[in-house]
């Protein structure tokens, strides 16, 4: 068998000591948790809005959470799904139910009760911890017709007085009688049972995929696959000692999981949560809490670079900022530099790696390909070896698109209890993406886009993201996203969506000339189409797919 040309990891010389040091997980970030309570306890582990818990504030509040899960039933290995946004009250019962000796189903506020009950079906969750919001809208008719036991619930309006009604705008609700109240249970004093820690080979979380294709499936991340890029993160980033970390991306979606909550416990950080993303909120909490990192999807930043209050002080802070869960445009990043000072630094993983498998490190800049145009994702770490294979399953040279396949520490077990898919996504323990790409000699890499979004367009290949970094050039383009639709002559054509700046103005006619005279012929969008907002999830990915089905619905 021929050596694989990728095994010889040429990205390992361009990583500095520290980021090219060896981990072996060995623990859990409970374990981290307990070692930061015994050094620096009074230290702020949480801010919200006006409120601030400490280390031992969370350690304590945790283990009441743990104690009453215990008491109520809730056995070593059982499920517990978590539907809430970025408050503390997840973080308490993320910790908690772990202490318990659970696995988290982190589980999208955003997401439907047909969503929710495939979830806690499939999941056979047993206990669910919610919103009391959701829990009275919705919730409980849909736990009912599912395994849950043990419901918990809370109000986000709770360890903070401020009440921002931009994100806060809510009120208490009364206690409901079928479920107990979260706040209460954690400041019951309960004690964690004991001989529940978890060990690193145990599923720490059943990460329920986007599900582009049939119903979502769990991903089973293990704890030490969250260790594995929670040190990562801390040993790479070159942050300052007990840095501070703004919650930009969802704590549910992986990448705010792990580069956000992982990585900011096992630095002994601060971590600020302002509930949800709004783009005013973001930038007072940036002003007030002077964070050092954070990471985010790019439509974020584009959020944030169109607020009228914004100013080049607000991310003055920052000695590092992120990019994930989107694709970034060279564009973008040389537009925010220009106006706002940050270089952001593009990172690539998927929820089966446990977030990041490739990230710029600090001391770097991401090449853009000069032939493509796209800007490189970054490089894999020591202990991750990335490969390019074509449809065979053959690795291509370097420099040759192909899938991206990725094999190391954060690469998860496979599915829950989904053999076939498991054997398919992960033969022999290696991630097929399903994303194409490519690396160059350096060991940058490339990520093209999705094989499943590829347009064909009279047999020519026409890859989305292209034609997406073309637009936004456009000084008049806020976020840009591009399909495939029928055509009758070509077979699929190219669409382009588009939302604008504000105050910006153009035509679809314009976009249309200005992709023309940058794009061969057959790749210029022939039909572009103005849209307020460009529908996104609640990571802040584009959503390709409800733009192709809002086209098949207008036909």
């Known amino acids: 068998m021929t050596e694989s040309l990728y095994a010889a990891k040429p990205w390992v010389a361009l990583l500095n000591e520290a980021q090219r040091a ?96 495939h979830v806690l079906r499939d999941g056979e969750v047993a206990a669910l911890i919610c919103s009391d919001r959701a829990w009275e809208s919705y919730l409980r008719e849909t736990a009912a017709d599912s395994p849950v036991r043990i419901v918990l619930t809370g109000c986000e309006l709770d360890f903070q007085t401020r009440d921002d009604a931009r994100v806060l705008a809510f009120e208490r609700l009364p206690r409901a009688a079928d479920a107990d109240d979260l706040a209460a249970v954690a400041r019951a004093g309960h004690q964690a049972p004991e001989g529940r820690d978890p060990a690193p080979s145990d599923i720490a979380l059943i990460s329920y ?81 002077r964070p050092h990192y ?105 420099g040759e698109q192909g899938e991206i396949l990725v094999r190391g520490p954060q690469v998860v077990p496979g599915y829950w209890r989904r053999p076939e898919a498991t054997a398919e996504t992960f033969p022999d323990g290696e991630l097929r993406t399903g994303d194409i790409g490519f690396m160059d000699a350096q060991g940058w890499l490339y990520v093209v886009d999705r094989k499943k979004d590829m347009i064909n367009a009279s047999g020519f290949k026409v890859w989305p993201r292209e034609v997406e970094d073309v637009l936004y050039t456009h000084p008049a383009v806020r976020e840009a996203a591009v399909v495939g639709v029928p055509d009758g002559y070509r077979g699929e054509t190219v669409k382009a969506y588009i939302s604008l700046r504000p105050g910006a103005d153009t035509d679809p006619d314009e976009l249309a000339v200005y992709c023309k005279e940058r794009l061969a012929a057959y790749k210029y969008p022939r039909q572009v189409e103005i849209l307020p907002d460009l529908p996104k999830t609640a990571s802040g990915k584009i959503l390709r797919r409800e733009l192709r089905s809002r086209r098949q619905n207008e036909q």
Request: glycine share 10%.
């Open 209 to 289: 995929t986007s599900g582009t294709s049939g119903a979502p499936k769990g991903a089973t991340n293990t704890h030490g696959n969250i260790m594995c890029n929670a040190e990562r993160q801390r040993a790479g980033l070159a942050l300052p000692d007990a840095p501070v970390y703004y919650a930009l991306a969802p704590l549910f979606h992986i990448t705010g999981m792990v580069c956000q909550l992982g990585a900011c416990l096992n630095s002994a950080g601060t971590l600020v949560l302002t509930y949800r993303f709004e783009a005013g909120v973001v930038l007072e909490a940036f002003a007030e809490h």
């Open 22 to 117: 060896p981990i072996a997980p060995d623990d859990s970030l409970v374990h981290a948790l307990r070692r930061v309570v015994a050094e620096a306890p009074d230290r702020a582990f949480l801010a919200y809005f006006d409120g601030r818990l400490t280390y031992r504030e969370i350690d304590e509040l945790s283990d009441s959470v743990a104690g009453h899960l215990a008491a109520r039933g809730l056995e070593r290995g059982d499920r517990v799904a978590i539907l809430l946004q970025n408050s503390p009250h997840f973080v308490i019962a993320l910790l908690g139910a772990w202490k318990a000796g659970a696995t988290v189903v982190p589980v999208n506020p955003m997401y439907k009760s047909g969503e929710v009950t």
């Open 294 to 398: 954070t990471v985010g999807p790019s439509t974020a930043f584009m959020a944030l670079a169109a607020h009228p209050d914004v100013t080049r002080e607000h991310f003055s802070s920052f000695v590092n900022i992120s990019s994930g869960g989107a694709p970034l445009p060279p564009a973008l990043v040389e537009k925010f530099r220009a106006g706002f000072g940050p270089y952001i630094r593009n990172g690539y993983g998927l929820t089966e790696c446990t977030a990041p498998c490739a990230s710029v490190p600090p001391q770097l800049e991401a090449p853009v390909d000069p032939v493509s145009g796209t800007l490189a994702v970054g490089l894999p770490g020591p202990q991750t070896v990335v490969r390019i294979v074509d449809d065979r399953g053959a690795e291509v040279p370097f």
